[in-house]
């Protein structure tokens, strides 16, 4: 039983996983990740059963006929391998690497083929070596089984290495975090094959995978924030006679202003994934200060006096501390961050005569600029209570316009270029309106 216990408790740890997984996973939206794990989990959990099956073969070889053994360690092996091909193919997903491709396809499962092949053939050379903690196995099938295990390490290391700005920089850290005991707990195996705790590594891999991605109740409270912030935000702009749309169309006009910028290759040494969703997920807070702004002013039907202009003004560093003080203890600081700084600067104009630090250029955030033109194009094509809606063909004008005076000329010109993404949401919303 001495041989079994490590190998037991880590199937337990997974079985728990296993459960909870399942428990909540109604609540998954990505159906490939998901699929992936499930594999992962599976396979793991019969990696397990195997584990403690051919320990004991391999301890009792004195009554364990010998082409049993040999065909459980086969079986054994295939699965340690598949295991890995799985853990690859689950980093891949992770990362959005398109691993349906005949590049990557030949990549992940050909080498997997082959090397089950080649244990197949040479299972008769399996040899049993009595080890000072447990027996073992050894030979070329063993060889061949430990060479896929590097490779597919190898190839997971690679694509994690190309793409990992693609996921969000707290699952970077949690996978950082395993990568040494997983690859520890791999090469002490290889060295001291009597040692029995490949188990770990294939543990620790599905812990951090599970608590980095796949567990609801945290991807849960991330939407319950969310359609706080929405209905939150809503609240504030019914203040100002807004429809309560705004906040929604302008997430909607962002996104499809950073996903152009990425696409042509501007700004791209900021615009990874998790800026990405850090910057769709600030931008509904934008105007969160109008909270602190008097009815008085905020609904006035005219123009505003300088003196009320002063006060309109106050809205972004209110807002700005608002967030600090809100969410600090609750968010990631680089959320926090982007928040910040949209709320503070999306009044900051190009040429430095916006507020309220008189910003100018790049020294203005990049998503403040981003939101800055989403926000004046919804403002003008809208209506409010001190003026009517523009036309869409006077809306788009105010920003080409204002591109190299009000706004970044770069972002502008790429608004410009997707307008018809824009109209197609400009129409959605008034649809859903009078529907």
């Keep these: 039983m001495l041989h079994y216990k490590l190998q037991i408790g880590c199937m337990v740890i997974v079985l728990l996983v296993l459960v909870l997984y399942f428990r909540e996973r109604h609540e998954q939206k990505n159906v490939k990740r998901m699929m992936c794990f499930e594999r992962l989990l599976i396979f793991s959990l019969l990696y397990f059963v195997l584990d ?17 053994n040999n065909s459980l360690h ?33 990549l992940a499962f050909l080498p997997h083929y082959a090397g089950s092949l080649f244990m197949m ?64 707990a791999i090469v002490i195996q290889m060295i001291f094959p009597d040692a029995l705790i490949t188990s770990l590594a294939i543990t620790s891999i599905i812990l951090v995978a599970y608590c980095a991605m796949e567990n609801a109740a ?13 209905a939150f935000a809503d609240v504030i702009e019914g203040r100002d006679g807004s429809t309560g749309e705004h906040v929604k169309r302008t997430v909607a006009y962002v ?24 910057l769709l997920r600030a931008a ?19 123009r505003l006096t300088s003196d009320e202009y002063e006060v309109m003004k106050t809205h972004t560093v209110r807002g700005a501390d608002m967030i600090k003080t809100s969410l600090a203890s609750l968010e990631e600081p680089d959320y926090i961050t982007i928040a910040w700084q949209v709320a503070r600067h999306h009044h900051e104009r190009w040429d430095g005569s916006g507020y309220p630090d008189g910003l100018y250029g790049e020294k203005i955030p990049l998503c403040a600029r ?7 194009f919804d403002a003008v094509s809208q209506d409010r209570c001190y003026r009517g809606a523009m036309s869409l063909d006077e809306s788009f004008a105010i920003i080409e316009q204002g591109a190299g005076t009000q706004f970044d000329p770069l972002i502008a010109k790429v608004f410009l270029q997707m307008r018809d993404k824009v109209e197609a949401v400009f129409y959605q919303f008034q649809e859903g309106n009078n529907g």
């Design 52 to 68: 403690i099956v051919t320990v004991y073969t391999v301890n009792h070889l004195d009554t364990v006929p010998v082409l049993v």
């Design 74 to 106: 086969l079986i054994y092996m295939w699965v340690i391998d598949r295991c890995l091909l799985d853990v690859f193919l689950y980093v891949a997903t992770m990362l959005e690497v398109p691993i349906t491709t005949n590049k990557w396809k030949r």
């Design 121 to 184: 053939l040479t299972i008769s050379r399996i040899e049993y070596v009595e080890g000072a903690i447990s027996n073992y196995s050894m030979g070329l099938p063993v060889i061949t089984c430990y060479l896929m295990v590097i490779y597919y390490l190898c190839l997971a290391y690679y694509v994690w290495k190309k793409h990992k700005d693609n996921l969000p920089k707290r699952s970077r850290v949690n996978f950082l975090v395993c990568f040494p005991v997983f690859v520890g």
């Design 218 to 230: 945290s991807c849960e409270l991330i939407q319950y924030h969310e359609e706080v912030i929405y």
């Design 255 to 278: 996104g499809i202003i950073v996903d152009a910028l990425k696409e042509n290759g501007i700004y791209t040494e900021y615009l990874d994934n998790e800026y990405l969703d850090f």
């Design 284 to 302: 509904p807070m934008h105007d969160f200060g109008k909270i602190a702004v008097t009815d008085t002013v905020l609904q006035k039907p005219g």
């Design 370 to 376: 981003v939101v800055a033109v989403a926000d004046v």
